[in-house]
């Protein structure tokens, strides 16, 4: 039988959403925080619909289907590493890896501790710290040296497990920023920023049977490989270039949350 017939279990197509478009990103409020964090220019959000039902344990074989999309191709965009503009993918994928991201949290109590410990004021504040580096990143903050700073007493506040939770990951992109991300003094900037993008990119559904709200998505944190190396989400890798895959099963979507470390647009 060949691949593709009914009753195979045929290559993924899929096909561009122009239309879908990410409010989170495009509020007037969003944008001009990272054009504070040094984002703006920098992040896209793009949707694609794909044709079969999604098999988690088929994931390399659905992403490896994607990169060699005839409609992926052309509307996929990334940034350029020498020209600083946005590219379509003009090479071809010879290999993929896809991490599964854990996304299992329903609300932004999550953050709470931030509070509970003393690392956020109760008004919101964030609290100060001395200056120290965590290569390339300047931490001035007890956040920051929450987020990056391992053997500081405070990293156990959230558990490896935590850290791997999509939510987290999201939140801490937008705290660390690009080359030139001027740091927020409160907390409420980066909460509700990701609290936007995260409820726009995953879909919950309630659970016929129990009532209770569940998430329905799956994410993937994707890398792709030419014959010469890494070529997507960069040919540079860093901390803060990414791309995760989000994919609903129900609506047979696929969201494509993509990030490139650079100085962001300014005016």
């Not at 593709?4 to 495009?26: A, I, M, N, W």
């Not at 504070?36 to 949707?47: N, P, T």
């Not at 946005?86 to 071809?92: M, N, P, R, S, V």
């Not at 949290?105 to 965590?134: H, P, T, W």
Request: hydrophobic fraction near 35%; proline fraction near 4%.
């Amino acid at each position: 039988m060949a691949a593709g017939e009914p009753g195979d279990l045929g290559v993924y197509s899929f096909r561009f959403l122009p239309q879908k478009t990410f409010q989170s990103l495009s509020t007037p409020q969003t944008t001009s925080r990272l054009r504070q964090w040094s984002m703006l220019g920098r992040i896209e959000a793009q949707a694609f619909g794909f044709d079969q039902t999604f098999q988690t344990y088929r994931k390399d074989d659905f992403i490896m289907a994607f990169f060699k999309d005839p409609n992926v191709i052309p509307n996929l965009k990334l940034l350029s590493e020498s020209s600083g503009e946005w590219i379509t993918l003009g090479t071809e994928v010879k290999k993929i890896e896809a991490i599964n991201v854990p996304c299992t949290q329903l609300s932004m109590s999550f953050f709470n501790r931030l509070y509970d410990e003393a690392i956020v004021r109760d008004n919101g504040y964030i609290v100060k710290c001395l200056d120290s580096f965590c290569d390339p990143f300047l931490i001035s903050d007890e956040l920051r040296k929450v987020l990056l700073v391992e053997d500081s007493e405070k990293y156990e506040v959230f558990s490896q497990p935590d850290r791997e939770e999509f939510l987290f990951c999201l939140f801490k992109h937008l705290c660390l920023g690009g080359a030139l991300c001027q740091y927020e003094d409160v907390i409420s900037p980066y909460l509700e920023t990701t609290k936007l993008i995260y409820k726009d990119l995953v879909s919950v559904r309630k659970n016929p049977q129990t009532k209770k709200i569940q998430i329905t998505s799956s994410i993937f944190k994707v890398t792709a490989y030419d014959s010469v190396g890494v070529c997507y989400p960069s040919t540079k890798s860093h901390e803060q270039t990414f791309s995760y895959f989000i994919v609903d099963p129900f609506k047979r979507h696929v969201h494509v949350l993509y990030h490139c470390y650079g100085m962001g647009e300014v005016s």
